[in-house]
């Protein structure tokens, strides 16, 4: 619905009529008798039913307007006369519908006025209203105007629905004069009363316009509501009202004094004049509450701060309770409650009414406290606030040890630092690394530190700081290291120093540095000890300090100074010990006296000095029992009296020879006598101690065993009769009893010829190194040897008697291919691709498949001698190749062996089984695998009937009988 107020011109709204005019309130309805008091305009003329028609028969009377399927409507009803006052606003009511039976069948229409029943005067729109659907009953729609002069006029209803939009009938026009009211006020606020007064000050603009937006001009009054929740206005809620006497945009104010119990109020102001009072509405002020408030909520900015001995508590009370109402001064007191290093709650006050701060006077020794303070008001508590942990309550005692392993570990240590890295966001501080104290940053300058609790120290009494400290490898780079004294855990406090020193980077966490700091102090009191890293790092600052110990100790001497240790340079086993004896006490008081000296090899006292120990004085102690070389640590501790002073340690240089390193440039080489082996001479040793150049000698050992010991040259020739093998030569320096690594040469085949059986394993590598392989090779995952090829490889030499040797091989191929390659077998005098020597028949075969199969060659040895046996493709169908897994070969017979001798003195005898030899002497017998079956001295002849049948070799005097038995 659309509101429209326009102007009617004057000459029109007093234009002559034909009959006298309606006064509103009025319905104008068309009916048999009034019918003709109606205009109906065709503006579109398309004449018949297509226009606006009385039908007088249709149950109610109406005017009917038939769809036109091929134009859209045009087509007026304009009512008779109505007489109107300027100023005045009226409602305009239309009942109309839509008749159809297709619901998509809608209806548009407009509701004018103007000076007469014609299309032109009807100039004045009120509203409109579009799409309105058919129905069966009537349908209401309204809007308003506003007269500005006296006179009549005439409402229109302009039909403008679109062609084939089914039926329209127009009812009624039904006019009411509509009363204007004042707006609702603006501005409107609630103010409650001073220090809990049951009263309420209410403040708001008074309008300037009416309902329908006309100005207000006569005088306006205000009538007041006081609601609680959301209640409305209501004569219920109505306490009030100011006279009619102000002024439209005017500022009113009206003050209760009408509220009995404290609560939450909210206040509605209606403006009223000559014509009526402002519509009720819901608006209004904010709730407040008016009166004391029931409950207080928490204190806020609780801080606890360590003064002296004490903690001082200050908070700021709540300025309003929870309700945001007042809370009597005089009601509110303070639940005040301890707890100690997150143990249990101790309640120090109930209800606290006294002037801040509060003071905790009675801490239960030096520990972690926070504190909770809650309002108490009317009997009822609040939850409270809880101060940060503050530290407080007296001095560490002693001794005081410190692991440093945790954060719980420094919970009472201060961490700060002066300076800002260069490049750092934010200030690095010490903390908890590693289980130790760490300070970590980058940039410089740094001035970081960590203050530990404070200590109760007596002037004259002696103090020992010890820890560990060390650095992270960083760079090339040291470490400033500060232990201070301070009177208070700040910069400014910082006072006495008792060490300065760079901690280079060599000083990890395996070979950690041990600091112990003896110390007093003049006056009386509590003092802290700092830690600090300070100076100009670019690189990362890792230092750490871990395991804290500070404890009293008795005076006595201050540790020695200068303690050195030097090694004998002719390697005995001495080491030489000098100091500087101190002039000082561990007090700082001046030493008198020395009463004696007590020195120590690691945990040994090995001497107890007594003469020429004067203070500022160098002292010397020769060590002439150091029980084996080696590096060990000595110390000296100096006695005032029996009162041990603080000792003083160092480790020594390597005392006694040291030992040798091993041995470099270790080779192994075929010589025209055996092996030579060679390395080049030792001159160093492991640990940088003495070393006896001329004395050094070597050991050597072959595949571990060790052949050679304490040779003088850098040479050794292995000239041992060795079977075919590869051989590993290895060589260690020696320096006395200390024996250095030994260092391997490369492997070297060398050796005789092999004795028969010969067995090789493919399992491994080893055996298949003594052979001359051409183009076969090992494989691993078969575990065989390989070629695809037609060259030779040959076995190692091997030791042939005259007579028959059989060889047993597993060939396969190495893949699943159909093929019909031919594996050739030879028994040769060569190991020459070329020029082989092949002795007798050749035996061939092809394999059956890639699964192993055994084939068998027996080749006749014509006479006594070193022979090879060899092995090729002849035809090569494939590009896999075969596989020989499996290659022994046995002496099955031998001729020429018996009763031969070497040269008459050994003569066997196979038809009763004795050896005879010339005169008396050892005899040893060997089978063909190496094996030695007998050794005895024997004097002419042995029986050997029991040894089972084989091939054997007998050694007498140095000559040797090969026999069969």
């Excluded at 029109?12 to 005019?21: D, E, G, H």
């Excluded at 007042?326 to 009601?331: H, R, T």
């Excluded at 060390?470 to 400014?492: F, Q, Y």
């Excluded at 006896?692 to 850098?714: C, P």
Aim: glycine share 10%; charged share 15%; with cysteine.
């Amino acid at each position: 619905m659309n509101k429209i107020t326009l102007t009617i011109a004057a000459t029109a709204i007093f234009s002559a009529a034909a009959w006298s005019a309606e006064t509103p309130p009025c319905t104008l309805s068309p009916t048999v008798e009034t019918a003709d008091q109606w205009e109906t305009i065709d503006a579109n003329k398309d004449g018949g039913s297509n226009q606006f028609v009385f039908d007088a028969n249709d149950g109610d009377p109406c005017f009917k307007y038939t769809e036109n399927r091929n134009s859209a409507a045009n087509d007026w009803v304009i009512s008779p006369a109505v007489t109107v006052q300027a100023g005045k606003t009226y409602s305009v009511t239309v009942k109309m519908r839509g008749s159809s039976t297709y619901s998509s069948d809608k209806q548009n229409y407009t509701v004018t006025y103007g000076a007469a029943q014609t299309v032109d005067a009807q100039s004045n729109d009120i509203f409109s209203a579009m799409d309105v659907d058919p129905t069966a009953s009537w349908v209401t729609e309204a809007g308003r105007f506003t007269a500005t002069e006296d006179g009549v006029v005439y409402f229109g209803f302009h039909l403008t629905s679109g062609s084939f939009k089914g039926n329209c009938l127009f009812k009624s026009f039904e006019i009411e004069e509509v009363q204007t009211l004042p707006t609702q006020p603006t501005q409107m606020v609630a103010t409650a009363g001073a220090d809990g007064a049951m009263t309420a000050t209410i403040t708001w603009k008074y309008p300037t316009l009416n309902s329908e937006g006309g100005s207000l001009s006569g005088p306006l009054g205000a009538k007041i509501y006081r609601v609680t929740g959301v209640a409305s206005s209501s004569d219920d809620n109505f306490i009030g009202q100011t006279e009619m006497s102000a002024e439209p945009g005017s500022d009113g104010s009206y003050t209760d004094t009408s509220i009995t119990e404290p609560g939450k109020y909210k206040y509605i102001v209606l403006a009223y004049d000559a014509t009526g009072t402002t519509k009720a509405t819901g608006n209004g002020t904010s709730m407040i509450w008016i009166g004391p408030d029931t409950a207080a909520g928490n204190v806020t900015n609780l801080t606890a701060t360590v003064v002296g001995g004490n903690v001082e508590l200050s908070w700021t009370a709540p300025a309003t309770g929870t309700n945001n109402g007042y809370l009597p001064p005089a009601e509110l007191g303070y639940r005040i409650s301890r707890v100690k290093d997150g143990g249990t709650s101790v309640t120090l006050e109930e209800n606290w009414k006294g002037a801040l701060p509060y003071v905790d006077e009675n801490l239960d020794g030096l520990g972690a406290y926070k504190y909770t303070v809650a309002t108490v008001y009317r009997e009822q508590t609040s939850f409270g606030i809880t101060s940060p942990e503050v530290i407080g309550g007296g001095t560490a005692s002693l001794p005081y040890e410190n692991p440093l392993d945790s954060q719980a570990d420094i919970k009472f240590f201060s961490l700060f630092n002066a300076t800002t890295p260069v490049g750092s966001s934010s200030t690095r501080n010490w903390g908890i690394s590693s289980n130790a104290l760490n300070y970590w940053g980058r940039g410089e300058p740094v001035n970081a530190w960590a203050v530990t609790p404070a200590f109760h120290f007596e002037a004259g009494k002696a103090y020992q700081i010890t820890f560990d400290t060390w650095t992270k490898n960083h760079g090339d780079e040291t470490r400033l290291l500060n232990v201070r004294l301070a009177s208070e855990p700040t910069i400014e406090g910082l006072g006495e120093s008792l060490m300065q020193e760079a901690i280079p980077d060599d000083v990890t966490s395996m070979n950690k540095k041990s600091v112990s700091l003896s110390f007093s102090v003049q006056t009386t009191g509590d003092y802290f000890v700092a830690f600090g890293i300070t100076g100009n790092v670019t690189n990362t600052n890792d230092i750490y300090v871990d395991d804290l110990t500070i404890t009293s100790i008795t005076s006595a001497p201050a540790a020695p100074e200068n303690l050195a240790v030097a090694a004998d340079a002719d390697g005995a086993l001495k080491a030489t010990l000098t100091w500087t004896n101190p002039t000082k006490l561990n007090t700082g008081a001046d030493l008198t006296a020395i009463s004696k000296a007590e020195i120590k090899r690691g945990e040994e006292v090995i001497a107890t000095l007594t003469d020429g120990l004067v203070p500022g004085q160098t002292s010397t102690y020769v060590d002439e029992s150091v029980p084996t070389a080696g590096k060990y640590t000595y110390s000296v501790t100096l006695y005032e009296g029996e009162d041990a002073g603080t000792p003083a340690s160092v480790e020594s240089p390597w005392i006694g020879f040291d030992t040798p390193a091993a041995p470099a440039g270790v080779t192994a080489a075929l010589a025209d006598n055996g092996i030579l082996v060679s390395f080049d001479a030792v001159t160093t040793t492991l640990n940088g101690g003495i070393i006896n150049a001329e004395g050094i000698k070597y050991n050597v050992m072959r595949n571990g065993e060790l052949i050679a010991e304490n040779i003088d040259a850098t040479t050794y020739t292995d000239t041992a009769e060795l079977p075919l093998a590869k051989y590993t030569y290895s060589v260690a320096a020696v320096n006395g009893n200390a024996v250095s690594a030994y260092t391997a040469a490369e492997p070297i085949i060398a050796g005789d010829a092999l004795d028969l059986p010969y067995t090789p394993s493919f399992e491994t590598k080893d055996d298949s190194e003594l052979w001359t392989l051409g183009n076969w090779s090992w494989y691993k995952s078969d575990k065989a040897l390989n070629t695809s090829s037609q060259k030779w490889a040959f076995t190692p030499r091997i030791n042939m008697s005259q007579g028959t040797v059989q060889l047993t091989a597993a060939i396969a191929y190495d893949s699943y291919a159909d093929r019909n390659d031919v594996i050739e077998f030879a028994l040769c005098k060569a190991a020459d691709q070329t020029d082989p020597q092949i002795v007798g028949e050749t035996a061939s075969f092809s394999p059956e498949s890639s699964i192993a199969t055994d084939v068998t060659a027996n080749f006749q040895v014509p006479e006594n001698g070193i022979y090879y046996v060899g092995m090729r493709l002849t035809e090569v169908n494939g590009y896999m190749g075969v596989n020989v897994s499996q290659f022994d070969i046995e002496q099955t017979s031998v001729t020429g062996l018996r009763d031969i001798a070497a040269d008459g003195s050994i003569r066997y005898n196979g038809t009763d089984g004795t050896i005879t030899v010339a005169g008396e002497g050892r005899l040893t017998i060997h089978n063909m695998n190496g094996v030695k079956v007998a050794d005895r001295i024997v004097n002419g002849i042995m029986n050997v009937s029991n040894l089972p049948a084989g091939a054997y070799i007998v050694t007498f005097g140095g000559r040797t009988l090969k026999f069969m038995k």
